[in-house]
């Protein structure tokens, strides 16, 4: 086995692991004392509200119900009308996290992982600390500044137990950039968030024993921070020593070190440059803007999020979205905010035929139940997977990630050893079904998954018609297998 040494040329050297291409699609777990009030707007996703207003606008109305904590404060916010009407104005955040620990007490986290593993996920990531600094572990390392400010049972632990036992791997997060225990900065802007950033060498030794004794306990397979790391910590000896505890571990982007202090207090361009370039990096994730914002030393993967790549990369990326457009559980969307079913396959389909990964997201409520409207979604894309999982399990992009179909359908195709893959979003309303651009020989074999024995073919301009079946269901994507590649 490789050994890493705590420099930046040796953890570049990691490979990334066959299981993380393979996976394609992981659940991403947002559970903490945010999950009491559960709240927030309803003001649409990410990408979609800073395309149409601005940075301002989206702290302003945060639909991130996780993010209850920092909205409650910004004056006039509709979460700090909320948490006013509800709470009484002298209610603080900190009081959500005994209420936590109550409606807890009965949290089952088998069903969990039963309901991931019939979801066809392959990972899981779950939220060991969010921004309010909140720990989900019984850490040996509590928080100077709010001590009892943890969970009363290892859900990090019990729920790592159950995934693996479903035959998933297990990824933990950490927020190393915010900790609003450390740090309580009211953030209005993306210039705002970067000087949140807590910058005194004590913030910087907790985050680093934290994750030091997250993998000691749990071995993740995946290590995902968020929002950036303290400028202070040393992240090549972090990386090496995990590779070598785990070696086939991963590492996202988003341990990015800045340090602005002063940044708070400038105007004009530099302050207005910082925004439109976390801006850019949102709203146009294959961009330069993207690759600086979430540059960091080194990283196995990029993270858009609420968003997807147009074209196939070479790197590895995983794209992070809620099934709604909080990633913590809000009361307040409705079952009709949820992405369909279908707009879900396709959805991962698209991902997938770019070489990405799809970490979808639910947030249970303050009592472990995970929503009905949540749960549907998750077992009708497992059933689909069910079916058509070998179109997606295992493939690698293809030379072109997109097609049409003759009616008009998009394609998205991936391949895998000696086979191409064509997956037809949505149900073909004609007899017969026309793909372009797909090579063919007299040897060339067609199945439509989930029919045992090949279909008649036959040359149509550059590609090929076959007569489908009439017994198709009235499924929301159709995959055929065309063997060989």
């Not at 030091?212 to 972090?238: F, H, Q, T």
């Amino acid at each position: 086995m490789h050994t890493y040494q705590p420099t930046l040329a040796s953890v570049k050297q990691h490979p990334l692991p066959t299981w993380f291409e393979d996976a394609k699609l992981g659940i991403f777990v947002h559970w903490g004392p945010y999950s009491v009030p559960g709240w927030a707007p309803r003001t649409g996703n990410l990408r979609e509200v800073i395309i149409r207003h601005d940075d301002a606008h989206w702290f302003a109305h945060n639909p991130y119900a996780e993010w209850y904590c920092q909205a409650m404060q910004i004056t006039g916010s509709p979460t700090q009308r909320y948490h006013a009407e509800t709470y009484g104005t002298h209610t603080p955040y900190a009081a959500f996290g005994p209420q936590f620990n109550a409606a807890a007490r009965g949290w089952d986290p088998w069903a969990w992982g039963d309901l991931f593993r019939r979801a066809g996920a392959r990972y899981v990531v779950m939220v060991t600390k969010h921004h309010d600094g909140f720990l989900m572990w019984p850490s040996a390392v509590p928080n100077p500044h709010r001590p009892d400010w943890h969970a009363a049972r290892d859900f990090v632990g019990e729920l790592t137990e159950a995934v693996r036992i479903n035959g998933l791997r297990m990824g933990l997060y950490y927020s190393g950039g915010l900790d609003f225990t450390f740090k309580d900065v009211v953030i209005r802007d993306f210039a705002d968030m970067l000087t949140a950033i807590p910058t005194d060498p004590g913030y910087a030794t907790y985050a680093d024993a934290h994750w030091r004794e997250l993998i000691k306990r749990y071995a993740p397979s995946v290590l995902w921070n968020d929002i950036g790391y303290p400028a202070s910590a040393n992240l090549p000896a972090l990386f090496a020593d995990y590779y070598n505890a785990v070696s086939d571990g991963v590492v996202n982007d988003r341990f990015m070190q800045i340090n602005l202090p002063g940044f708070r207090n400038l105007t004009g361009l530099p302050r207005k440059l910082i925004r439109w370039l976390i801006r850019r990096a949102i709203t146009h994730p294959q961009s330069l803007a993207a690759r600086l914002q979430t540059g960091g030393l080194h990283c196995d993967f990029r993270t858009p999020e609420y968003a997807i790549y147009n074209n196939v990369t070479t790197q590895k990326w995983e794209t992070a979205r809620g099934l709604g457009a909080s990633f913590g559980y809000n009361r307040n969307e409705h079952a009709d905010d949820f992405i369909s079913v279908k707009e879900l396959i396709h959805l991962l389909a698209d991902v997938v035929s770019k070489n990405g990964n799809l970490l979808l997201n639910v947030g249970p409520m303050a009592d472990g139940t995970i929503p009905a409207a949540q749960v549907a979604r998750l077992e009708g894309l497992g059933a689909w997977l069910k079916v058509n999982g070998e179109a997606i399990y295992g493939t690698r992009p293809w030379q072109q990630a997109k097609g049409r179909t003759g009616e008009g359908l998009a394609v998205r195709f991936t391949q895998k050893a000696d086979v191409l893959y064509a997956i037809v979003l949505g149900r073909p309303q004609a007899p017969q079904l026309e793909i372009p651009a797909v090579p063919l020989t007299n040897t060339t074999r067609v199945y439509v998954l989930g029919y045992n024995a090949p279909f008649a073919w036959t040359p149509h301009s550059t590609g090929l018609r076959l007569t489908l079946p009439r017994t198709l269901p009235d499924t929301p994507a159709v995959a055929l297998k065309i063997v060989p590649r």
